[in-house]
């Protein structure tokens, strides 16, 4: 299309809960993708058929519940946990992309991003981004699932065993550059390389641990169940206090700073495309790609960021009983209510200055050309580091891509779980899903990332 698209809104429904190391089946393998593809490897930016895009977009972790307890909380949780006070964020959203209770969530918000093509080889793009990890062990699930049935429901048993709660939360926001070049092409083979480098400000570093036993039992005359949680020792802390959330104080540095940096390289067999090239004196008859295979790798994420010092609380409780009200207090704000529910050897304590490695992550990429605009792709991600510690992957993508639209099924295989899941652009909107089954009305320790994007864009000619 030789038209501009041009969106004038902002997310209506993601505006902040913006999404897992650049997890986003579908658009991170497109020949469209442009910024997005840019963001899992900064190499598809050498040759680029666009003259500019400009994108803004979110990703979040999200559960089946979100959808039946739709609020503020729940779909700011991700963005806002670093501006919130001791890990605050509402259990009836909590979920993992891993099974419990282990847990692992995403949420990241691309600020208006920029992408300019030059002649045929070179392309730069500069990008915002605030990004917001949550992973650790989380609550046992039948205390998840007393959360979000209530208990006072029939179908929540009796249930007892230990309570290892420690969960990790990092957030940090991040100004990039990225450079792509077409190295060179010939008319089977094609290489290109690129580099992002990325100044990184720290929002927050935090953590929450406890340790005990749980008890659900009934209650005689009475349909209600209580929860007691027995000899539970707690502590917790954080690089910053909890704030207000502004722009500001993001990229301020003043909670944090270090630089970050991404290398990639794309190789292509096959033509260009079916035509003789968009910058071609003879005009193009048909500008889709027409490569046989395309094979690339990335490494992205490398680098590091420093926080400064902090504070921590800690205390133990000999027994310490919910009812239904106390219980929706303690899970909307488990990081305020434990300090203060007359806990007895309450200490306070620093948390010394701490350097700590971004998630580095290898992206490995083959994508096969069936038919015209009809591709499968395949792509590895592997964590490199033991610090933030997000699940390996494997995801295979059969797509249909054009100009105007494209439409995935991406399969995700992620430890021992596969999902099956959606991505979909239509002119200036992408949408998408992990796992379809996030919109079932059975709800439970089962998330997806979710993600929706706007984007602003012109052709080469």
Known sequence: MKFIRLIATVLPLFASTFVFAQYQPGLMSSNYGGIYRMLQNPSSLGGSRYRYQVVIAGNNTVNPYVFRYINTDDFLGMVRLPYSSNLRRDLRSFGSLTNAPNHNAYGEFIGPSLLVGFGKSHTIAVHTRLRSYLYGGSLPEPLTTAFRIALGARRLQPASGPLNLDMRQESYGELGFSYGLQVFDFDLHRLKAGATVRRIAGARRQFMVAQGNYVIRTTPNSTEKTLELQNVSFEQGSTAPGQNFTLSDVFSGEAGSGWGYDLGVTYELGRRTSGRGYNSDTPTADPRPAYLLRLSASLMNGGRIAYPAGQSVSGRYASLSFDQERFETFGDAPGQFLPNQGATQVRTGTIEATTVALPRALHLEADLRLARSLYVNAISMRNLTSQVQLPDMLILTPRFE???????????????????????????????????????????????????????????K
């Open 402 to 460: 054009d100009e105007d639209m494209e439409f995935a099924l991406p399969v995700t295989i992620l430890n021992d779980k596969t999902a099956v899941g959606l991505s979909l652009r239509v002119g200036p909107v992408a949408f998408g899903v992990s796992d379809l089954r996030i919109f079932s009305k059975n709800g439970d320790n089962r998330s997806a990332q979710l993600w929706l994007g706007l984007s602003v864009w012109g052709w080469k």
